[in-house]
């Protein structure tokens, strides 16, 4: 099992356009995409809390609201300093990253946890608890909007290739986090 940071990029690396838009995603969701494979290798997800409640690229389909679009199903941890006071099915909201982390992996079992969010996965590769990186990378330029990996100053961090899948419109990157 792995703690794999999830996620599809546009070309000049960004996962949401301005302002967390995710409607540009619209246009590239196909079933031809190799998000199968990812959802069955999924055990349970660790979620920032601006992904939870941020824009939805399957807004206004019966998908709207469900992790990848629907059809998957599992355990959620959503990373917040203001845990809600109303429960919501299937999901635990969690005020601490290596309790979330924690709780994720025992949730996942013998599969991998998604961490979906930018900042989350950052603070991950900070603690020294992602291991791996898969990344779709999507035919389109944004300009502007949230960068798949930032760090104010710069900061490298060595990834290693393991696998790349083409798919009509699109190549993802199956890359482990060299520590
Ligand atoms: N292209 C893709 O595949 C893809 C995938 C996922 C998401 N996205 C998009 O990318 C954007 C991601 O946004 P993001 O990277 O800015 O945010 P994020 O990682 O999704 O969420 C950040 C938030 O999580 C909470 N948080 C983070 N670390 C925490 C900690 N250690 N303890 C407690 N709470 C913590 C905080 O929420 P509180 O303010 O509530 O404390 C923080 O504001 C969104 O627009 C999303 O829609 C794209």
Same mark, same amino acid.
């Given at each position: 099992? +792995?703690? #794999?940071? #999830?996620?599809?990029?546009? =070309?000049? &690396?960004?996962?949401?356009?301005?302002?967390?838009? *995710?409607?540009?995603? +619209?246009?590239?969701?196909?079933?031809?995409?190799?998000?199968?494979?990812? *959802? +069955? /290798?999924? &055990?349970?997800?660790?979620?920032?809390?601006?992904?939870?409640? /941020?824009?939805?690229?399957?807004?206004?389909?019966?998908?709207? &609201?469900?992790?990848?679009?629907?059809?998957?199903?599992?355990?959620?941890? $959503?990373?917040?300093?203001?845990?809600?006071?109303?429960? $919501?099915?299937?999901?635990?909201?969690?005020?601490?990253?290596?309790?979330?982390?924690?709780?994720?992996?025992?949730?996942?079992?013998?599969?991998? $946890?998604?961490?979906?969010?930018?900042?989350?996965? +950052?603070?991950?590769?900070?603690?020294? =608890?992602?291991?791996?990186?898969? $990344?779709?990378?999507?035919?389109?330029?944004? /300009?502007?909007?949230?960068? =798949?990996?930032?760090?104010?100053?710069?900061?490298?961090?060595?990834?290693? #290739? =393991?696998?790349?899948?083409?798919?009509? &419109?699109?190549?993802?990157?199956?890359?482990?986090?060299?520590?």
């Amino acid at each position: 099992m +792995a703690v #794999q940071y #999830q996620c599809a990029m546009s =070309l000049d &690396g960004f996962i949401a356009g301005p302002g967390g838009d *995710m409607g540009w995603m +619209a246009g590239y969701l196909s079933p031809d995409t190799s998000a199968g494979d990812l *959802m +069955a /290798g999924t &055990g349970a997800l660790l979620v920032g809390r601006r992904t939870f409640g /941020g824009d939805d690229p399957h807004k206004g389909t019966e998908h709207e &609201g469900e992790p990848y679009g629907g059809g998957w199903e599992g355990r959620q941890f $959503v990373l917040t300093h203001r845990i809600p006071e109303r429960p $919501v099915p299937g999901v635990t909201f969690v005020d601490d990253l290596e309790r979330a982390v924690a709780a994720a992996r025992e949730a996942a079992g013998e599969k991998n $946890v998604g961490v979906l969010g930018a900042q989350v996965a +950052a603070q991950c590769i900070e603690a020294g =608890l992602l291991d791996e990186v898969y $990344v779709t990378v999507l035919p389109v330029l944004l /300009g502007d909007g949230v960068r =798949l990996f930032s760090h104010p100053g710069g900061r490298s961090v060595r990834l290693e #290739q =393991l696998r790349t899948v083409t798919t009509p &419109g699109a190549t993802s990157l199956l890359l482990r986090v060299v520590r």
